[in-house]
């Protein structure tokens, strides 16, 4: 510390050389002072202002030189003596002799804690901190890895909050979104490759930061203060709200929250407190949900326009996060226990020839096989017919059970193939804006034969002629095998 004629803080300005007064400035809710030198007892003004909540009150420390003020009785030159005074009560250094302080440190407090667990109504707070969040106030709350600093990404916060990403974790500040098609309000050019990436590691603990020239729409409206603090040039960072008490904030927000990067391991603020030491009054308050899921930061995967790379590997590894970006191939029939499971166990067989490579490795290197059907119940088997016309070719259909298709499933694939034209149609009529994605296994256009009901014979013709429409299918796409 050095010594100092005035000292002007975001809280208080104070002269040291004359009798004066610590002064709370416009939209502090009190002022606190701590006295640190050659031994003041303890003095105490109240605890709160009128208009606070709760819990600790920022404070400064302040320091004499070895004459202590007038009326302080002499304790050890050692300790520190807690002096807190009330934003009502501007004259508070009224009767010390000013002249006296040669030095003066702040000293960030933690902000105040509500714990959601102690209140009768956690909506309460929720709703509160949605206000402070419109207000342009920086909140701690959780997610499901750390505890971040949070500020809603139209108000002028946004700058100061991604100062602090840089200070505290030496990265950029990410995008809180409620959805991946919030995310896509600000990514209009992202990708095929972008836009499964989203579908596929969300929701989980991935963090997706996004390089040209996929950023714009949205973006591009943003305030240029906000736009520059957050280098939207580069990149820009989102992750989905995985903690119940950020998605609520969420819900009721019309735009994301900004956050703050999240620290490495030995720093990991994975409690309210720890948060709040390292905030100190750069929060307002902070919101404690206890215990997170994970006690690791999120894994971060910077994705370009073809391509994607692992940044940090944490809670998601990377043998997942392949598994989770690669291809998805879905097979759909009426009732999931005779075409479409034959389809799938062929294709997967065939795949693994052309990959040379066993079944179980295609998961690893990013092909995953699967069938669904549109009238299907759960865990059916397949049919005795479809077991012994796959068992003739060496393949195992006994564990099969059958699923019916439904919108996540469809969301999930890349590629869907259907037995026949009217399961193409019911498809695409419930959802449209999949009809890229699917298709007719036959490459002729025509159907496949339910053989439902039929003898050997039919199952035969029908294995058969699924499995030469899928060797023509692989012949169609190999960059992809």
């Known amino acids: 510390m050095q010594a100092l004629e005035r000292v002007t803080s975001p809280n208080y300005s104070l002269d040291l050389g004359k009798r004066g007064s610590l002064r709370p400035s416009p939209g502090t809710r009190a002022v606190p002072v701590s006295i640190d030198g050659f031994g003041p007892s303890v003095a105490e003004w109240p605890r709160q202002s009128p208009d606070a909540t709760q819990g600790p009150l920022p404070f400064a420390w302040v320091e004499f030189d070895p004459l202590p003020p007038p009326g302080f009785s002499q304790q050890s030159s050692r300790e520190t003596f807690p002096l807190t005074v009330s934003a009502v009560c501007p004259e508070i250094l009224g009767d010390f002799r000013l002249s006296r302080l040669s030095r003066l440190c702040l000293m960030p407090a933690p902000p105040p804690i509500f714990d959601l667990s102690r209140c009768d109504d956690p909506r309460d707070l929720i709703h509160d901190a949605v206000q402070r969040l419109f207000q342009g106030?920086?909140?701690?709350?959780?997610?499901?890895?750390q505890y971040v600093a949070a500020a809603y990404l139209l108000s002028p916060a946004a700058t100061r909050l991604a100062q602090l990403s840089r200070e505290w974790s030496a990265e950029p500040p990410v995008l809180a979104v409620k959805s991946a098609a919030e995310a896509l309000d600000y990514l209009p050019r992202a990708s095929p490759l972008g836009r499964k990436l989203l579908r596929r590691f969300w929701p989980g603990p991935v963090t997706l930061r996004f390089h040209p020239p996929a950023i714009g729409g949205l973006t591009q409206a943003l305030p240029l203060e906000i736009a520059h603090s957050l280098e939207t040039s580069r990149s820009l960072g989102f992750r989905l709200a995985g903690h119940d008490v950020l998605h609520a904030i969420l819900r009721l927000l019309p735009a994301p929250l900004l956050l703050t990067g999240e620290?490495?391991?030995e720093g990991t603020a994975d409690s309210a407190s720890k948060l709040a030491d390292q905030a100190g009054a750069a929060c307002s308050i902070l919101l404690d949900a206890g215990d997170l899921r994970y006690t690791l930061p999120t894994s971060v995967v910077h994705v370009d326009d073809?391509?994607?790379?692992?940044?940090?590997?944490?809670?998601?590894?990377?043998?997942?996060?392949?598994?989770?970006?690669?291809?998805?191939?879905?097979?759909?029939?009426?009732?999931?226990t005779c075409r479409s499971p034959m389809a799938e166990v062929l294709f997967r067989r065939l795949l693994s020839e052309r990959q040379h490579c066993s079944e179980d490795e295609l998961v690893d290197r990013g092909f995953v096989v699967t069938s669904a059907g549109v009238a299907a119940g759960v865990g059916q088997p397949a049919s005795d017919e479809s077991i012994e016309q796959m068992?003739?070719?060496?393949?195992?259909?006994?564990?099969?059970?059958?699923?019916?298709?439904?919108?996540?499933?469809?969301?999930?694939?890349?590629?869907?193939f259907t037995m026949t034209r009217g399961h193409r149609e019911l498809v695409v009529r419930q959802f449209p804006h999949l009809a890229e994605r699917v298709e007719l296994l036959a490459r002729d256009g025509g159907d496949v034969v339910d053989p439902i009901g039929g003898g050997p014979d039919d199952y035969r013709r029908c294995a058969e002629q699924i499995e030469a429409n899928l060797r023509r299918l692989l012949d169609e796409f190999p960059s992809e095998s």
């Open 137 to 145: 106030e920086i909140l701690g709350l959780p997610t499901e890895t």
């Open 263 to 265: 620290r490495p391991v």
């Open 306 to 336: 073809t391509s994607w790379s692992l940044h940090r590997e944490s809670v998601v590894p990377a043998r997942t996060l392949h598994r989770l970006a690669g291809n998805l191939y879905l097979f759909v029939c009426t009732g999931n």
């Open 391 to 416: 068992r003739l070719r060496g393949i195992d259909l006994r564990s099969h059970e059958s699923q019916p298709l439904t919108a996540e499933l469809l969301a999930q694939a890349d590629r869907v």
